[in-house]
């Protein structure tokens, strides 16, 4: 955990306006605005997995709050005086919350972008700029001497094996509904 440490006091050390501003911002849509803003545009443009998308923000959130409280890893700024809490957060620090919802985010929009009729060009540029928002979120929560590396991991990590479930019993799901409607219209 010392090595972590070490990384937060790395991000910390060029610490500005600019930057704190910049990772606000990143934190900011990697939070319930950013879940609330891509469910009304999912809801706009994608209606079909819209639902889908805020249920499995709200299953993946709630069950990294249980893990929160399971594993109740302090913050790093609870454990080192050299650490600066720049923003208020609540709760235990394992896993991110704020990467988990971003993760559910960024999944979520790759498969908008993945079933959509766009070039690969466009495709390719959007995949990279959702990794990017990922690992701007990630820098910003070490940034604010909320979390750990280990955290930032574990909440994609989290995030990304309940999404693909979810997303994959929803299919289930789907088609097997699919089937016996048909089966009702053609006899």
């Not at 235990?92 to 993760?103: D, E, I, L, R």
Request: hydrophobic residues 55%; positive net charge.
């Amino acid at each position: 955990m010392n090595w972590e440490i070490e990384i937060i006091k790395y991000l910390q050390q060029n610490q500005n306006v600019f930057f704190d501003f910049i990772f606000f911002i990143f934190s900011f849509f990697a939070s319930y605005i950013g879940i609330l803003l891509i469910f009304v545009f999912f809801y706009i443009f994608w209606k079909k997995y819209s639902y889908l998308f805020l249920f499995a923000c709200l299953f993946n959130v709630g069950f990294n709050y249980i893990l929160k409280i399971f594993f109740a890893r302090p913050r790093p700024y609870e454990i080192s005086n050299e650490i600066i809490n720049v923003t208020n957060s609540l709760g235990k620090s394992f896993p991110s919350g704020h990467m988990v919802c971003a993760t559910t985010i960024v999944f979520f929009l790759f498969l908008f972008v993945f079933n959509s009729k766009m070039k690969k060009s466009t495709k390719i540029s959007l995949y990279f700029i959702f990794i990017v928002f990922l690992c701007f979120v990630a820098l910003s929560r070490m940034y604010f001497g909320q979390h750990y590396l280990t955290d930032i991991f574990a909440g994609v990590l989290l995030s990304l094996c309940l999404s693909i479930i979810i997303y994959y019993i929803y299919k289930a799901i789907y088609l097997k509904f699919k089937k016996k409607s048909y089966r009702k219209n053609v006899f």
